[in-house]
Nanobody
Framework: QVQLVESGGGLVQAGDSLRLSCAASGRTFSHYAMAWFRQAPGKERDFVAA????????YYADSVKGRFTMSRDNAKNTVYLQMNSLKPEDTAVYYC??????????????????WGQGTQVTVSS
């Protein structure tokens, strides 16, 4: 079992920055890949970013590349999503996810075994 708890969401203006955190517990954190997904109202859950077990490899959706940075601190069992130059279209509930069978990241939600409860990010224009 893995428990994931996100934090750091909020209401910001376009161009602002936010940093999301996701704290994990229950299994050896450094043994699996982590990712962030997001879901806007009425839309499917979309891949945002992923990081390998070591933190050495990261993957990003084209829509956030150059603006968002995902990282992990295995000593703190935590992953982060630094979001800069936020746009109104970034508005969504952001979820972190853990893939116990993967060392590298995946773009596909079905490959992730555990999910957090989500944190709302709202970007006003």
């Amino acid at each position: 079992q893995v428990q994931l708890v996100e934090s750091g969401g909020g209401l910001v203006q376009a161009g602002d920055s936010l940093r999301l955190s996701c704290a994990a517990s229950g299994r050896t954190f450094s043994h699996y890949a982590m990712a962030w997904f997001r879901q806007a109202p009425g839309k499917e859950r979309d891949f945002v970013a992923a990081v390998s077990w070591s933190g050495g490899s990261t993957y990003y959706a084209d829509s956030v590349k150059g603006r968002f940075t995902m990282s992990r601190d295995n000593a703190k069992n935590t992953v982060y999503l630094q979001m800069n130059s936020l746009k109104p279209e970034d508005t969504a509930v952001y979820y972190c996810a853990a893939a116990l069978a993967l060392f590298s990241g995946s773009y596909y939600p079905h490959e992730y075994d555990y999910w957090g409860q989500g944190t709302q990010v709202t970007v006003s224009s």
